[in-house]
């Protein structure tokens, strides 16, 4: 068993947050090649997700898988996780502490698979990398730290609540080969990613 198995099956047993742990159907820790070149991180598995035990499988996922195809990929070649593992009850936002205590799981599964590039979709898995920055301001945009691309993206739901986001999103999603194979300069150095998460303004 893979060091990545051995670590999804830990996050199955994982029981750090007692609401979520209450209302969950199954954990989902992520899936996806374990030597990917580009994890996509979304903010927190939904009915569907909760169902299954994987992520984006729902509606958002079949945009999701969209997008992945629409550069030429099959989503099987990328790794595809949450900055939480379990379904908030009623779909409501993480909150700041189940984020915290996912925090360590997340950087686990991103140092076994060492991507080249990491896509925030929506703007709680964004906060971690973009500190206090606004999703409608850095969509599209990207910053290199420590040897890592981080792109900034919306999470594939926002185009099933807002149709004109749809071509924005795919737009965005046509940038990422390019920085790929081209990083260029790294602009100025973020700020450490916390702990403790401020929720930010979509």
Not at 50 to 65: E, I, K, S, W
Not at 77 to 105: G, T
Request: charged fraction near 20%; hydrophobic fraction near 40%; include cysteine.
């Amino acid at each position: 068993m893979s060091a990545l198995s051995e670590l999804s099956n830990e996050i199955l047993k994982c029981e750090r947050c007692p609401a979520l742990v209450r209302n969950r159907t199954k954990v989902v820790p992520g899936e996806g090649a374990e030597n990917a070149e580009v994890m996509f991180i979304g903010e927190g598995p939904g009915w569907h997700e909760d169902q299954q035990g994987r992520p984006f499988v729902g509606p958002a996922g079949m945009f999701l898988n969209e997008l992945i195809q629409s550069v030429g990929w099959q989503r099987e070649q990328v790794y595809i996780a949450n900055v939480i593992k379990c379904r908030p009850p009623q779909n409501r936002d993480p909150l700041p502490d189940e984020i915290a205590a996912c925090h360590d799981w997340l950087d686990r599964q991103i140092a076994l698979i060492k991507p080249k590039m990491i896509v925030t979709l929506g703007r709680f898995s964004m906060a971690r990398y973009f500190p206090g920055k606004s999703i409608s301001k850095i969509h599209g945009t990207s910053l290199v730290k420590d040897g890592i691309i981080y792109f900034a993206m919306y999470h594939p739901a926002a185009a099933l609540h807002q149709q004109k986001l749809r071509q924005t999103i795919m737009e965005d999603m046509l940038k990422i080969p390019p920085l790929l194979k081209t990083p260029g300069e790294s602009p100025p150095a973020a700020e450490p990613p916390s702990k403790q998460l401020n929720m930010f303004e979509v």
